[in-house]
């Protein structure tokens, strides 16, 4: 139904009082029929805004995604202690990936593996016997020697080792691995949008560089593309609060996306306490899986919350401090 005009009287409205003379009243609608009708209300127009008189299109996430559908790379807020940042993060498989050499490489978790990956595929070409079953071999050797009628041993081929080898390279090349905007093992955070399209078209080296997409992104990106979605923004700088109060305040999304984020963090930074204190048995892991649990709902949200209650407020605190400490020390901002 059409809104009615505030300026047009109600059909059943009086029209005022009849005129004392007795003359014919005078008919106000028939009057006003040849003056211009009012202009239609814009209904559309006045429902664009919210109770704030903001547009829902400023809500987070909103803007156009159709550069970052197509380059596969999606702009994040992170909010430390220092103040709240824009960078990129893409997801590419490990064996497309080559990160920037670190500043200094004496606390490198990844420079042991590259090493131990480089012997093993050295020692591919060599015989590897193991102690034991040499022995079992010098044994029947020795009775050959003395029978005369026993079969020879037959050795292991290092082609079946090869093959195992190549196999968890394979693997481990084929796995999907984060990458930030980053440089030698520093993280790229940007104050406003503005100044991160700014350095996308300067042309500075970082880690993305390397994506196959990223020209497309240097040549089309705008501010106003840099509006990340709900779920890539990560607020870190209340973790530790939100711990300190005790379980029955734990923020569970908050907090299980803070994993997501350290976790993502840590391994493209190469951030050896990160990592180790995230990994797979450790304390922050088994509070991470209980966090899960819990947002679950069900039996398994009962189990889990009964299992956070195990935990301690102030180890998982003192802990989770540690990790920001960390990413904050590795976080190059950029005005």
Known sequence: M???????????????????????????????????????????????TDDTGESPAATAGTADRALWDETQLSPVEIALPAGVGYTLRAFRTAG?????????????????????????????EEVIVDEEFAALLAEGDAKDAKAG??????????????????EAADKAADEEVPVFLSHKGRLLLFKSPESLVSFIRSGAPHDLAQVDTWTTVAER??????????????????VVENLRGGHDTWDLPLLIAAGEAARDLGYAL????????????????????????????????YFGRRKLRKIGAQQASLGWRSIIGKISAAVDWRE
């Open 270 to 301: 190469r951030l050896k306490p990160v990592i180790l204190a995230l990994s797979p048995g450790s304390p922050l892991d088994d509070l991470d899986e209980s966090l899960r649990k819990a947002e679950s709902g069900g039996m398994g949200g």
């Open 221 to 238: 990106v705008q501010s106003s593309d840099v509006d990340p979605l709900p779920e890539d923004r990560y607020e870190l700088d209340l």
């Open 149 to 166: 009628d026993e079969e020879e041993a037959e050795e292991p081929d290092p082609a079946d080792f090869a093959d195992d080898a190549d």
């Open 96 to 124: 497309g990936i080559t990160p920037t050499e670190l500043a200094t490489d004496d606390d490198d978790p990844f420079e042991e593996r590259r090493r131990a990956a480089e012997a093993a595929a050295t020692e591919d």
């Open 2 to 48: 059409a809104r009615q005009s505030p300026n047009r009287p109600e059909a059943d409205e009086p029209l005022g009082d009849q005129p004392a003379d007795g003359t014919e009243p005078v008919d106000e609608s028939a009057a006003d029929s040849s003056a211009p009708a009012d202009e239609p209300t814009d209904e559309s127009s006045a429902d664009d």
